[in-house]
T-cell receptor, first 115, second 112 residues
């Protein structure tokens, strides 16, 4: 158990809908990362938040957005869903200590199926 | 740009050594990692190597880095059934402070 929790575990929805994925980082970790794992794109970085602020953006679609709340949990919002958005979405957290050991710990993922 | 490549499948007999290979293109990659993904689980960091090293050993795991050829390998000695998983190599410029760029993953199957 990495200490990172993600809910829900599975989500099945229809095209055009909107969903919210939730991530609770390890206690004390300030940084949260979102990754998408799909069959055609592999495992790719979407976005990073640090202490409530967006830190870096990867290949995140405009239909997707994220935020990190004061209690450091994060949500990834996916809207106008398409079949191709079906994937496993991982959240990771790290302490973000300058010059320190900053391993990214991964949650178990949320499997999204768009029908 | 960043690109990390791995072969997709590897089958190894139980008790033999497994060698999983990875090539990367970003010459500014400073840290290189090996992650393990078991079914239904997240990614678990197995080991990492800093780019100024060429080898790192950790129990059954040996990581070799050829920086000139941008080639990374993970050797698992005495492979067991519990080693069945998908193995990802990844790279970053800073340790844990920024995004990881992952390879395609290698599915390791153990033959009894």
């Amino acid at each position: 158990d990495s200490g990172v929790t993600q809910t829900p575990k599975h989500l099945i929805t229809a095209t055009g809908q909107r969903v919210t994925l939730r991530c609770s980082p390890r206690s004390g970790d300030l940084s949260v990362y979102w990754y998408q794992q799909s069959l055609d794109q592999g495992l790719q970085f979407l976005i990073q938040y640090y202490n409530g602020e967006e830190r870096a953006k990867g290949n995140i679609l405009e239909r997707f957005s994220a935020q990190q709340f004061p209690d450091l949990h994060s949500e990834l919002n996916l809207s106008s869903l398409e079949l191709g958005d079906s994937a496993l979405y991982f959240c990771a957290s790290s302490p973000q200590v300058s010059g320190g050991y900053n391993e990214q710990f991964f949650g178990p993922g949320t499997r999204l199926t768009v029908l | 740009g960043e690109d990390v490549e791995q072969s997709l499948f590897l089958s190894v007999r139980e008790g033999d050594s497994s060698v999983i290979n990875c090539t990367y293109t970003d010459s500014s990659s400073t840290y290189l990692y090996w992650y393990k993904q078991e079914p239904g689980a997240g990614l678990q960091l197995l080991t990492y190597i800093f780019s100024n090293m060429d080898m790192k050993q950790d129990q059954r795991l040996t990581v070799l880095l050829n920086k000139k050829d941008k080639h990374l390998s993970l050797r698992i000695a005495d492979t067991q059934t519990g080693d069945s998983a998908i193995y990802f190599c990844a790279e970053s410029r800073n340790f844990g402070n920024e995004k990881l760029t992952f390879g395609t993953g290698t599915r390791l199957t153990i033959i009894p």
